[in-house]
């Protein structure tokens, strides 16, 4: 199993910047692929930016540019930067993290952050 932990979230004027942070926990297997992704009302939830251990990493278009997404590996940490906010950003930010063991391949999420941009 993998517990996900979640911080950083809040209010923030438009043109502002947060730091989202989110730690797995596990007692085996490993984790893959980790990654935000996010989700306002009335809208399907979406893939903000994901990255790899190998450090590849993908981003929405809608994002490119002004939000970043790091990790430690040793940690299984992931961290997503968000500058230059807009009211559009916000949503329910959900961590992803990508269980491996042996065969079997999982998806775990954490419990969402709320990020709120005024404008």
């Known amino acids: 199993q993998v517990q996900l932990v979640e911080s950083g979230g809040g209010l923030v004027q438009a043109g502002g910047s947060l730091r989202l942070s989110c730690a797995a926990s596990?007692?085996?297997?490993?984790?893959?692929?980790m990654g935000w992704y996010r989700q306002a009302p009335g809208n399907q939830r979406e893939l903000v930016a994901s990255?790899?251990?190998?450090?590849?990493?993908n981003y929405a278009d809608s994002v490119k540019g002004r939000f970043t997404i790091s990790r430690d590996n040793a940690k299984n940490t992931v961290f997503l930067q968000m500058n230059s906010l807009k009211p559009e950003d916000t949503a329910l930010y959900y961590c992803?993290?990508?269980?491996?063991?042996?065969?079997?391949?999982?998806?775990?999420w954490g419990q969402g952050t709320q990020v709120t941009v005024s404008s």
């Open positions: 992803n993290a990508v269980f491996v063991r042996m065969w079997v391949t999982r998806d775990f």
């Open positions: 596990l007692t085996t297997g490993s984790i893959n692929t």
């Open positions: 990255i790899t251990t190998s450090d590849s990493r």
